[in-house]
């Protein structure tokens, strides 16, 4: 168990609609990553939270949007869903937010169906 | 961006060595990671190496490193079955992790 938690476990939805996907950081970690994971474009980073605010963005696409609370828990919405956005989305934390020894824990991910 | 290179498939025998390899793109990274991925779950870190190092061993786990040639490879000593999972291996251009596909491991008995 990393210590990252991810809710929901599985979400079913239909195309054109909007999802929320929530993570809960390790305890202490100031710093929240999510990455999507699908078959063709394998692992990709999508933004970076750290201590409530953006610190890096990857390939995330427009639709798609984060944001980190004063708990450090954060949400990943993702809104006009496409067939393409059906992936496992992950959430990862750690300590530092800088380019050091930077351990990310995985949180166990939310696999998102888009139909 | 560029892409961290890995071979997608490796098949060995149980108690046989694997070794996974991997290109990366970013010379400036400081640690290079192995993450193991189990069906169903999330990414665990195996391993690490700091990039002014060639070899970093931890138990069964060998990692070599030829900055050179941007190369990096995973040894795993006396495979056994429970090491079937996918192997990515991860540069840190910046903030975050930029992934290889990803190499499935496959061990049989």
């Known amino acids: 168990d990393s210590g990252v938690t991810q809710t929901p476990k599985h979400l079913i939805t239909a195309t054109g609609q909007r999802v929320t996907l929530r993570c809960s950081p390790r305890s202490g970690d100031l710093s929240v990553y999510w990455y999507q994971q699908s078959l063709d474009q394998g692992l990709q980073f999508l933004i970076q939270?750290?201590?409530?605010?953006?610190?890096a963005k990857g390939n995330i696409l427009e639709r798609f949007s984060a944001q980190q609370f004063p708990d450090l828990h954060s949400e990943l919405n993702l809104s006009s869903l496409e067939l393409g956005d059906s992936a496992l989305y992950f959430c990862?934390?750690?300590?530092?937010?800088?380019?050091?020894?930077?351990?990310?824990?995985f949180g166990p991910g939310t696999r998102l169906t888009v139909l | 961006g560029e892409d961290v290179e890995q071979s997608l498939f490796l098949s060995v025998r149980e108690g046989d060595s694997s070794v996974i390899n991997c290109t990366y793109t970013d010379s400036s990274s400081t640690y290079l990671y192995w993450y193991k991925q189990e069906p169903g779950a999330g990414l665990q870190l195996l391993t690490y190496?700091?990039?002014?190092?060639d070899m970093k061993q931890d138990q069964r786990l060998t990692v070599l490193l030829n900055k050179k040639d941007k190369h990096l490879s995973l040894r795993i000593a006396d495979t056994q079955t429970g090491d079937s999972a996918i192997y990515f291996c991860?540069?840190?251009?910046?903030?975050?992790?930029?992934f290889g596909k990803g190499t499935s491991l496959l061990v049989t008995p």
């Open positions: 990862a934390s750690s300590g530092s937010g800088a380019g050091q020894y930077n351990e990310q824990f």
């Open positions: 190496i700091f990039s002014n190092m």
């Open positions: 939270y750290y201590n409530g605010e953006e610190r």
């Open positions: 991860a540069e840190t251009p910046g903030y975050a992790l930029n």
